[in-house]
């Protein structure tokens, strides 16, 4: 359900009042954490590397928006996911999200030594 927090004038992506498109992209990185996360293995998580994104038309407020994933292609840690968003008239959204599934510990120790870094 789209709310005034999940709005573009909200998130200072634009000045109007329906869906921000950051918002439709955090709702569908979102759908894929949820697909792949109990396929892991203890200490493993996904982040996420790529993605391509279609907004395709504007979802006001109180607008129910479903976000749709389907994994298309899986090259060793890489995970590739489709995903369309649909209201109740059509599809507002589109596009592929990239995902690399990682060792959750090693990954951090590897972020906090890049901030030590700089």
Sequence with gaps: ????????KRMHSGDVPVLATPRLLAL??????????QHLEPGQTTVGTR???EHLAASPLGTHVQIG???TEV???RLVFAFEAHDRHSVVGR?????IVVDRAAFLARARERAAIR
């Design 75 to 77: 090259d060793g840690r």
């Design 95 to 99: 596009g592929t999200i990239e995902r």
């Design 51 to 53: 993605v391509e994104l």
């Design 69 to 71: 994933v389907e994994l």
């Design 1 to 8: 359900m789209v709310e005034m927090e999940d709005t573009a």
């Design 28 to 37: 569908a990185e979102a759908a894929t954490v949820r697909a792949v996360e």
